[in-house]
């Protein structure tokens, strides 16, 4: 059974503070990606990851770092957090055909 | 701009009723996949449809692809309470083989017992 987990299912931040939001696989995906979604605009990919220590930007990068030292791990670093990344953030894995998804973590930044 | 629009965007309707949601785009696709995201988890994919005028069926869901390969529908026959969620269609960024997808905004569905 695939699993791609995430490490807090909800998150309260307050504005300023420095953020990290982990993802792990257990498939052995080379590609990792994430995702925030918003009502009505969907999902749009802030990051996403190839390989150990690549990266490449999305459509949001804007605000937003990675780092992914080990293949199975995915972080998400908010380095200043603002009231306008309060947001459900989505990773994913890519294997084949198949998107695998974690469940989410609901970030709130006061 | 949108590559794909998703209608209706919210959806409400009893138990029983059928019911179909429409993804569309004025791009052309090799492939397209339709997922189902329940409150608080991550979306899962339903089905990816590859040729142009396929149908796939699951279950009660029925999904076509449309002839051109630019539009696709997902018809639910005799909605139940457990249907209810957002259903997305995506796609995959053509020419790249990172996996990464393009996401519709979505259609809330929601089915009352």
């Known amino acids: 059974d695939v699993k791609v987990t995430q490490s807090s299912r909800y998150l309260v931040k307050r504005t300023g503070e420095k953020v990290f939001l982990e993802c792990v696989q257990d498939?052995?995906?080379?590609?990792m990606f994430w995702y925030r979604q918003d009502p009505g605009l969907g999902l749009r990919l802030i990051y996403f990851?190839?390989?150990?220590?690549?990266?490449e930007k999305g459509d949001i990068p804007e605000g937003y770092s990675v780092s992914r030292e080990k293949k199975e791990r995915f972080s998400l670093i908010l380095e200043s957090a603002s009231t306008n990344q309060t947001s459900m953030y989505l990773c994913a894995t890519h294997g084949g055909v198949i998107r695998y998804f974690g469940p989410g973590t609901r970030l709130t930044v006061l | 701009t949108q590559l794909l629009e998703q209608s209706p965007q919210f959806l409400s309707i009893q138990e029983g009723e059928n019911l179909t949601v429409y993804c569309n785009s004025s791009s052309v696709f090799s492939s397209l996949q339709w997922y189902r995201q329940e409150p608080g988890e991550g979306p899962v994919l339903l089905v990816t449809v590859v040729t142009g005028g396929e149908v796939k069926k699951l279950k009660r869901l029925t999904f076509q692809f449309g002839d051109a390969r630019k539009d696709s529908s997902l018809h639910i026959t005799a909605a139940q309470p457990g249907d209810t969620g957002l259903y997305l269609c995506a796609v995959d960024d053509r020419g790249s083989t990172l996996g990464r997808l393009y996401f519709g905004r979505g259609t809330q569905l929601t089915v009352w017992p």
């Open positions: 990851s190839y390989d150990v220590k690549m990266k």
């Open positions: 498939m052995d995906h080379e590609n």
